[in-house]
């Protein structure tokens, strides 16, 4: 891994000629009886590798499309079909979350009686592993996000930053194909940041872990390959590569 506080951008790893993981269609959300219209025909490719930035003022969309996207809501018009399959037809959607989509949000959701080890241990706990199964890989993921010296730790014993390691270690639990997150450094200072956005780099350029990122920051954003920027529930750009950041910055 990077050291705390290294910059590294992500260096391009797939082409549009990689098989789409996910792929939403004309997907239209609306709330309060149908008079706030928080997405309106939205489509959009997510492909197997991505590290995508989905950028926007507040009341853009931005975090209603992550819950669509994640199978946490359903559109009221339109189809999101993940690794080919229509969302739709999922008879179980907590066991198809539980299973491929691992989940990191700003305000980590960790379990104050738990320690460290044991929140890792939670999406786990539906599978097949044993108990010595489970706590041994809990114990190589914190490693991976360099936490293994605070696997006894409760949440309050540990910084903002290392709870939001232990978050991301818990939603690398059940080997996703694609991890979500939702402004995932917002409560985070400059160098926390840093830290999480080195290991989102790891996960992807190791891993090839596909990545989608709803975020405020530019320089999150910064860090993915393409930048996908919403207004008015509506995707207003779409840009991969170096002129990605230009785009959204406008």
Same mark, same amino acid.
């Given at each position: 891994?990077?050291?705390?506080?290294?910059?590294?951008?992500?260096?391009?790893?797939?082409?549009?000629?990689?098989?789409?993981?996910?792929?939403?269609?004309?997907?239209?959300?609306?709330?309060?009886?149908?008079?706030?219209?928080?997405?309106?025909?939205?489509?959009?490719?997510?492909?197997?590798?991505?590290?995508?930035?989905?950028?926007?003022?507040?009341?853009?969309? &931005?975090?209603?499309?992550?819950?669509?996207?994640?199978?946490?809501?359903?559109?009221?018009?339109?189809?999101?079909?993940?690794?080919?399959?229509?969302?739709? &037809?999922?008879?179980?959607?907590?066991?198809?979350?539980?299973?491929?989509?691992?989940?990191?949000?700003?305000?980590?959701?960790?379990?104050?009686?738990?320690?460290?080890?044991?929140?890792?241990?939670?999406?786990?706990?539906?599978?097949?592993?044993?108990?010595?199964?489970?706590? @041994?890989?809990?114990?190589?993921?914190?490693?991976?996000?360099?936490?293994?010296?605070?696997?006894?730790?409760?949440?309050?014993?540990?910084?903002?930053?290392?709870?939001?390691?232990?978050?991301?270690?818990?939603?690398?639990?059940?080997?996703?194909?694609?991890?979500?997150?939702?402004?995932?450094?917002?409560?985070? @200072?400059?160098?926390?940041?840093?830290?999480?956005?080195?290991?989102?780099?790891?996960?992807?350029?190791?891993?090839?872990?596909?990545?989608?990122?709803?975020?405020?920051?530019?320089?999150?954003?910064?860090?993915?390959?393409?930048?996908?920027?919403?207004?008015?529930?509506?995707?207003?750009?779409?840009?991969?590569?170096?002129?990605?950041?230009?785009?959204?910055?406008?």
């Amino acid at each position: 891994m990077s050291s705390p506080g290294t910059v590294t951008a992500a260096e391009p790893r797939t082409t549009k000629s990689a098989p789409a993981i996910l792929r939403a269609v004309n997907l239209k959300r609306t709330y309060a009886d149908g008079q706030v219209t928080a997405l309106n025909d939205v489509s959009l490719e997510v492909h197997a590798g991505e590290y995508v930035a989905i950028m926007g003022r507040s009341g853009s969309g &931005k975090s209603t499309l992550l819950n669509l996207l994640g199978a946490l809501d359903r559109p009221d018009q339109g189809e999101i079909y993940f690794e080919g399959e229509p969302l739709s &037809k999922q008879r179980n959607l907590d066991s198809f979350r539980a299973k491929r989509i691992g989940f990191v949000f700003q305000s980590f959701y960790l379990l104050p009686t738990l320690t460290a080890v044991e929140n890792v241990q939670i999406p786990m706990f539906e599978g097949p592993l044993n108990p010595k199964q489970r706590a @041994d890989r809990a114990h190589e993921l914190l490693k991976i996000v360099n936490l293994e010296h605070r696997l006894n730790h409760l949440p309050m014993e540990l910084s903002v930053g290392e709870r939001q390691r232990v978050a991301i270690a818990r939603a690398l639990a059940n080997e996703p194909a694609m991890l979500l997150a939702d402004e995932p450094t917002g409560n985070l @200072d400059s160098t926390n940041e840093a830290e999480v956005l080195n290991l989102f780099d790891q996960l992807h350029a190791e891993r090839n872990m596909t990545l989608v990122v709803i975020t405020h920051s530019q320089d999150v954003a910064d860090r993915a390959q393409r930048t996908i920027h919403l207004r008015d529930g509506r995707i207003v750009s779409d840009v991969t590569g170096h002129a990605a950041s230009h785009s959204s910055r406008k």
